[in-house]
């Protein structure tokens, strides 16, 4: 079965700085694709990034950028310019043919 | 534009009650999910279903059932509550391979 590990229960970092959230994850297969999910107090569950296994180049979305290495299964999120609205938990998963598989998350504090 | 609405928000129960979440979706997507949050767990997948009138076992099954009746409704069911059950529930929905979306969640509290 896939796993998805996220090492660093918790992060901080000072507001404009960035900040790192790493992710690992075991699959035998090929082709697949990896998300990053932000949850904020609010509990809601909001799409950050995704990256799909096939391609070569890392996916950028503004100030949130991966870097995806696969031949380590290797997918960690780079968050520039930190904001106040960053701080959230931030969850790492991993879907093939089956639905999400979820890392146990980050809890990402950013310092004023 | 609603998206996925779960219903209720918040629930009490008292161990050996019985309940039913609904989770519905106007995306008309075809794949929809129940997951489980945990303190430190992360989200944990308890049931799924790739259509109408299907589903299928997540991880943490066991103490829940599920209904997909209709394409728009996904129904997760605790037939008689245990205080392991106290949790957040979220519903999701999505395209085959495409990115989930989530309800809000209903946080359930069973005493």
């Known amino acids: 079965a896939q796993t998805v590990t996220q090492s660093q229960p918790e992060m901080s970092v000072q507001e404009a700085e960035t900040v790192t959230l790493s992710c690992t994850y075991d699959t035998s297969e090929s082709d697949y694709y990896l998300f990053w999910y932000k949850q904020p107090p609010s509990r809601q569950m909001i799409l950050v990034i995704r990256?799909?296994?096939?391609?070569?180049q890392n996916a950028t979305e503004n100030r949130f950028s991966v870097n995806f290495q696969k031949a380590a299964k290797s997918f960690s999120l780079k968050i520039s310019d930190s904001q106040l609205g960053d701080a959230a938990m931030y969850f790492c998963a991993y879907r093939r043919s089956t639905p999400l598989v979820f890392g146990k998350g980050t809890r990402l504090s950013v310092i004023a | 534009n609603a998206g996925v609405t779960q219903t209720p928000k918040f629930r009490v129960l008292k161990t050996g009650q019985s309940m039913t979440l609904l989770c519905a979706q106007d995306m008309n997507h075809e794949y929809m999910y129940w997951y489980r949050q945990d303190p430190g767990m992360g989200l944990r997948l308890i049931h799924y279903s790739v259509g109408e009138g299907t589903t299928a076992k997540g991880e943490v099954p066991d103490g829940y059932n599920v209904s997909r009746l209709k394409k728009q409704n996904f129904l997760l069911g605790l037939e008689s509550a245990a205080p392991s059950q106290t949790s957040v529930y979220f519903c999701a929905s999505s395209y085959a391979y495409e990115p989930q979306h989530f309800g809000d969640g209903t946080r359930l509290s069973i005493l």
């Open positions: 990256q799909e296994a096939y391609k070569q």
